[in-house]
């Protein structure tokens, strides 16, 4: 059963891309949603057996690495984490495949369509159901590789190939220090699954460790190693700029990236590896100020973007900081159970903004939408949920865990606790701010669109109401019926799956905090909302004359334009390494050096000294004779040069001021 759960998408997924021109683009939809929706009831038999009834399974298949001292099995744990990963990812994505039947339908390559959505759900499985590090990098960069054949899956745009690239880019250095972190586990561990190398590191824990000739903690260097991946595939400040971009693909797919397979990758390897973090306060404590930024600077910056996909995919950035700064607060089970229900209403914000697109004939601009309501009436209704939910509005799904990562903030009681609770709590506010503002602009405003295109407006067809219908039911209810078994103290849902050092431990701590600070959040975020649909609606002149006077502008262009990072990055790091590249790599080392001292270097001599020493070939004796006598006094010479001075001077002299008369010969 547990075999058939990873598998079957990728019987979907070779079923529709080998054979999609037999089947036709309906035979390849039905084959890849089926197993997708079988793989999800077998994800809930195996999430009541692991982590109601408390049996977790471990499968070794075979052998895969066998060299030495590194072994490397293809083995599948599922413990309480994967299952709960395992129902998410699978869940979202056989509405996601359900849903791009009809969105995709007038696509000619929706069988190829149908084939990456079902890989990418298959490397995903592996990714969280691996049982050592190495297997999860197949699956880490399996979601990788798939991203880029979705975000680009409309190739002939030149915005989806820069989007794609760009994904690709980013993730390869986020990669590139996830690699080095499993590389120095194994050269210390001499091993790469879980169990031993969890079960060694307190043993570990005042190791030396030297890198880059620098002497680290162990623990230390492999942490901020492990996190630099998951800042790439989390999209944490820094690494970020990729995940707005990844909307140039197709409405399906950043529902799918956004909400349950590769944002969430990073998130579940810290939560994964919280045997090896409780071990490296420090590294904890950069996880937490890293998030915390993460949050607040996503949320300034969906305050004035004007596409509507891109604002929500800046609440993902800023959703996935709270969930970061929650795993380094040591509750990594908050942090799991925001990722758990960020994936369903994130997943309906998404779909509902994939069913707005349509219905505006493919205008993403919200300026030019408004007076939606009364004509697409159930994605507005969708749409209100969905955001509600992601502000936290009370009794929602996202109120039962935003507002718990802000309680253990703030109960952690240390500074950078306190940073992070700030942070979070202004981010609260912003996130109503733009959520309501995305909401008012899309469907409340007077229509702002051509005529032709808001008159023809219509709500969207069955398989896109489906799915919009059953991702609202989660993203109203699973917090309340969820919160207990998940996060509810002295649960044991986890098992051994994650681990917290007792001293770490501050859930009672949060449930004693100040009452005002509890309800601090919730009142920012209603006062957000309710700020922004008083300004749009009766004071747009007030915001118009803001935007319009010298701050303002200061103030639009730096949030509009991302806090300049992208440009940043192109005009410093990107020209400088392209005019490194061309100037000192091409044109200095390349075709300089190694031409120089290389195989062009070598021949020039080589054909210059053949056509000298041709030209000694005069045909006339008494030349002969002479080259002949020349010949034989310098090697007489050098012979007795070297019985007198041999002993006194160096030979290696003797070479140099050889080499040096061969070049002085080849000057004349």
């Not at 019987?11 to 036709?24: E, M, P, Y």
Request: proline share 3%; with cysteine; charged share 10%.
């Amino acid at each position: 059963m547990y075999l058939i759960l990873i598998f079957l998408p990728l019987i979907g997924s070779i079923t529709a891309g080998l054979f999609g021109r037999k089947l036709g683009p309906n035979g390849s939809a039905i084959i890849t949603v089926s197993c997708l929706m079988l793989t999800f009831l077998i994800s809930l038999f195996a999430f009541y057996e692991v982590a109601i009834i408390g049996c977790p399974v471990y499968i070794n298949l075979t052998t895969w690495i066998d060299s030495e001292m590194l072994n490397v099995d293809w083995g599948f744990l599922f413990d309480s984490l994967t299952v709960i990963m395992c129902c998410v990812v699978t869940f979202v994505s056989s509405l996601v495949h359900l849903y791009s039947t009809e969105y995709m339908s007038h696509d000619p390559h929706l069988s190829r369509f149908m084939s990456y959505l079902s890989l990418f759900t298959f490397f995903m499985l592996i990714l969280v159901t691996a049982d050592n590090y190495v297997q999860m990098f197949v699956g880490w960069e399996g979601v990788g590789l798939c991203s880029y054949l979705l975000i680009n899956f409309w190739f002939t745009r030149i915005q989806a190939n820069k989007a794609a690239i760009k994904a690709m880019i980013l993730n390869r250095i986020g990669d590139f220090g996830l690699v080095l972190g499993i590389l120095i586990i194994f050269v210390k561990y001499k091993a790469v699954d879980y169990a031993t190398v969890f079960a060694l590191t307190p043993l570990f824990v005042n190791e030396e460790f030297v890198f880059l000739n620098v002497n680290f903690n162990l623990i230390d260097i492999i942490g901020f190693l492990l996190l630099i991946g998951a800042i790439g595939k989390s999209a944490q400040l820094g690494l970020h700029t990729w995940l707005p971009d990844a909307m140039e693909g197709p409405t399906p797919v950043s529902a799918l990236i956004h909400a349950a397979t590769m944002v969430t990758a990073g998130v579940f390897l810290i939560a994964r590896s919280s045997p090896l973090y409780e071990y490296t306060p420090n590294i904890l404590t950069v996880i937490t100020i890293l998030g915390a930024c993460t949050a607040f600077f996503a949320a300034t910056v969906g305050l004035l973007q004007n596409d509507l996909k891109r604002v929500i995919a800046y609440s993902t950035c800023s959703q996935l900081g709270y969930m970061v700064f929650a795993c380094g607060l040591s509750n990594y089970s908050v942090g799991v159970f925001h990722l758990v229900n960020h994936a369903f209403f994130k997943a309906l914000l998404f779909l509902g903004a994939g069913s707005i697109i349509h219905a505006v004939a493919d205008e993403q601009d919200m300026r030019k939408m408004g007076g939606l309501k009364n004509l697409v009436p159930f994605t507005y209704s969708m749409m209100v949920i969905g955001s509600l939910a992601l502000i936290g509005f009370p009794f929602l799904t996202g109120f039962y865990s935003k507002d718990v990562i802000l309680e253990v903030a703030y109960g952690k009681y240390t500074s950078h606790g306190h940073f992070s609770y700030l942070l979070g709590s202004v981010g609260a506010f912003l996130t109503a701010f733009y959520s309501t503002r995305l909401v008012y602009l899309t469907f409340l405003s007077k229509p702002n669109g051509y005529k032709s295109v808001i008159c023809a407006a219509y709500d969207s067809s069955y398989q896109i109401c489906i799915a919009l219908a059953v991702l609202s039911i989660p993203s109203i209810f699973i917090g309340f019926y969820s919160k207990d078994m998940i996060i509810g103290l002295g649960t044991d849902f986890w098992g051994n799956s994650i681990f917290v050092l007792p001293e770490n431990m501050n859930m009672i701590d949060a449930e004693f905090i100040p009452h005002k600070f509890k309800v601090l959040p919730v009142i920012l975020s209603l006062c957000g909302a309710t700020s922004s649909f008083l300004l749009y609606s009766f004071g747009s002149s007030i915001l118009f004359k803001f935007k319009i006077s010298y701050l303002g502008k200061k103030i639009y262009n730096f949030l509009n334009k991302k806090w300049f990072f992208d440009k940043v990055y192109n005009e410093y790091l990107g020209q400088f390494f392209f005019k490194f590249g061309y100037n000192v790599s091409y044109k200095i080392i390349d075709r300089g050096i190694f031409e120089i001292f290389g195989p062009m270097g070598l021949s020039n001599v080589i054909s210059k000294k053949a056509f000298y020493t041709s030209k000694l070939q005069t045909g006339y004796i008494y030349h002969y004779t002479l080259l002949i006598l020349i010949g034989n006094t310098i090697m007489l010479g050098a012979r007795q040069f070297w019985l007198l001075m041999g002993g006194i001077i160096d030979f290696r002299l003797f070479i140099i001021f050889f080499i040096s008369t061969f070049f002085i010969i080849k000057t004349f």
